[in-house]
């Protein structure tokens, strides 16, 4: 509520990545204050909000109103976007059911409950006149009896609450509260509507995909529930750029699998899809400027294996529609053997280096080949193509590669050899930066676009490199955290990728990339702002399809939860595990994307 503003609101005008990162249990008037139970585990939500205020005095389960009650305002744009949204929300319904509460456990004890322990009850007998007892259907031992037998026990799994269950009226949702952070939101849920309010349309969207969660499809009673009422949410991100990247140059992966992966990134709360579209294994980026590439550069250069412009076109308005930039990759100068199968012109004469030099690199031996730096027709090739493709992005960004061109290449070719012993000195290192600046930087600046950039050498303070680029360059960093802490003193940005390689990983690596530490020791309060997020990275050298998609999103909804706030680890890992357990069933709305990784049922009873 309103009242509750005053108390929420130095939490939210805090700049991103300095706002107090600690789950709260605030005091407040009337309703609201320090509940008289513990609530780790009452409210399952991921990544989990800075700021929950429980009830003192729960009204019990409410239904929640239908599509017609919603009310978007103006502010949130003409698009209908948020709109679209919340009655997506509405009508989209999973069922998460978990095993019995059936012994004394402190993970266990307080799990779904949503009012004290004194109004807790086993049967309708407890309550008293005017009341009943009622509990999940999830938490229902069988058809004919609510609570497992324990729970006489001293564990009832219900709660007593009115004879008749209330239903909120409205939901309303406005983006114009300038007091918030940027993409910061305020989610009130009270007995008389439920109101979301951000500062801009995509922290409105985040208080959606809050509320999503919160609500509980009841199939009892055929309805949305909410069983917290009031509650307020109060909630802003630790980072800017929180993203994601998929690798289909390895393994094409459909363009319906895409866009439920830009689904389940909204669900996380991720800001970008990073679409590592091509590589040297396969050119599937169906150019409308150059169509041989993707003709003899794709697998076997197939049609079914080609993103047409319509696909990207269709990848990027779903992106639009949730609120989830994609970005696109084409890495130059390196990892472009694909391109050579059409345009050999442009590629560098390595190939004896190449016959005659073994096996190079871990995984993808072609990564060695690389475009010809000094040759005219791939300068102006490779700008046409950034700037195509940055004219289809709804993003800021455009990523360029730039890394792991291997010098042997270009000094087994006399031509490149003595444009460099003429203009470096013999150093490649200014070759690779003089292309990086001047062909690919330079379109995307010609199109309105920040450059982003894989970390381009082991050494961040080579002289070659130090001042090459745009100083509002954004720097992937993979290689050290020793590499973050030079750029960002170099006052440079950075999206941190170490840690977040998952490739190969099994589904239980989900923990270890919540946990892992973005922001390394050592650095002042303005040179740690210089991280301005980070990203998880599906590499395809070890992912398996079918499953790469599903793997991956199974994993990265554990980095989700870091990239919003610093993970709170108060909790013990089995009640943090169930609570990412019942967010993996929420995200099977948008198709069966992500397993249950603990004992569970997950009913899609309506999905996308």
Not at 144 to 171: D, E, R, W
Not at 238 to 259: C, Q
Not at 507 to 530: C, F, Q, Y
Request: glycine content about 6%; charged content about 20%.
């Amino acid at each position: 509520s309103k009242a509750t503003v005053s108390v929420l609101n130095w939490i939210l005008r805090t700049p991103m990545r300095t706002v107090p990162l600690c789950l709260v249990a605030l005091a407040a008037p009337t309703a609201f204050g320090t509940p008289s139970w513990p609530t780790d585990a009452a409210l399952e939500l991921w990544p989990e909000p800075l700021t929950v205020i429980y009830p003192t005095a729960p009204l019990g389960p409410h239904v929640m109103p239908d599509t017609a009650a919603v009310k978007v305002d103006d502010s949130c744009g003409a698009d209908g976007y948020v709109a679209a949204l919340v009655k997506e929300a509405l009508t989209l319904k999973t069922v998460h059911t978990s095993s019995p509460r059936s012994y004394n456990g402190g993970a266990y004890e307080q799990a779904d409950s949503y009012c004290s322990n004194a109004t807790k009850c086993n049967d309708d007998a407890a309550c008293g006149a005017g009341k009943k007892c009622v509990a999940p259907d999830a938490l229902r031992w069988n058809s004919t009896m609510m609570c497992p037998p324990s729970a006489k026990y001293g564990h009832p799994c219900g709660c007593c609450v009115a004879t008749s269950t209330p239903q909120i009226a409205t939901i309303s949702v406005t983006c114009n509260d300038a007091s918030l952070a940027v993409e910061g939101y305020e989610l009130d849920v009270k007995a008389d509507g439920v109101a979301i309010r951000a500062a801009t349309p995509r922290g409105a969207a985040w208080g959606v995909a809050t509320l999503s969660q919160v609500m509980r499809y009841d199939i009892g009673q055929e309805a949305y529930m909410v069983d917290f009422v009031p509650l307020a949410v109060a909630d802003a991100p630790r980072f800017e750029y929180r993203g994601v990247m998929l690798d289909t140059s390895r393994h094409f992966i459909p363009v319906d699998d895409i866009l439920r992966y830009i689904d389940v990134a909204h669900a996380m709360k991720l800001t970008t899809f990073h679409w590592h579209i091509i590589d040297s294994p396969s050119f599937p980026y169906g150019s409308e400027l150059y169509p041989e590439l993707a003709k003899e550069g794709s697998w076997g250069g197939r049609a079914e294996f080609i993103y047409s412009m319509d696909d990207m076109k269709k990848v990027v308005q779903r992106g639009r529609e949730r609120f989830v930039d994609v970005v696109f990759e084409l890495d130059t100068p390196a990892h472009t053997m694909a391109m050579g199968k059409s345009h050999p012109e442009i590629m560098t004469d390595c190939w004896e280096w190449m016959a005659n030099s073994g096996y190079k690199v871990d995984v993808d031996s072609d990564d060695c080949q690389a475009i010809n730096p000094i040759a005219p027709a791939a300068r102006t090739l490779v700008t046409n193509l950034i700037t195509e493709a940055a004219k289809l992005t709804n993003s800021k960004y455009i990523h360029l590669g730039g890394d792991e061109v291997k010098y042997p290449c270009w000094d087994s070719d006399p031509a490149i050899k003595a444009h460099v012993a003429d203009h470096y000195n013999g150093n490649y290192a200014y070759l690779q930066a003089e292309w990086t600046a001047n062909v690919s930087f330079a379109a995307a600046k010609a199109q309105g676009k920040t450059g982003v950039t894989w970390q381009p050498s082991t050494d961040v303070n080579n002289p070659a490199w130090v001042n090459a680029l745009p100083q509002d360059t954004v720097y992937m960093v993979w290689l050290s955290d020793a590499s973050t802490v030079d750029y960002v003193k170099q006052g440079k940005k950075v999206v941190s990728t170490m840690g977040f390689y998952v490739d190969g990983s099994g589904p239980g690596h989900w923990a270890a990339v919540r946990n892992h530490k973005i922001i390394p020791d050592g650095l002042t309060k303005e040179e740690a702002s210089n991280i301005i997020g980070a990203s998880v990275c599906a590499w395809g050298e070890l992912q398996a399809t079918p499953t790469a998609t599903l793997n991956m999103v199974t994993i990265a909804g554990g980095a989700a939860e870091s990239f919003w706030r610093v993970p709170d680890n108060t909790a013990d890992a089995l009640t943090i595990s169930q609570r990412y357990n019942r967010f993996l069933c929420h995200l099977q709305r948008y198709h069966p994307m992500a397993g249950q990784l603990r004992p569970s049922n997950c009913h899609i009873v309506k999905g996308l």
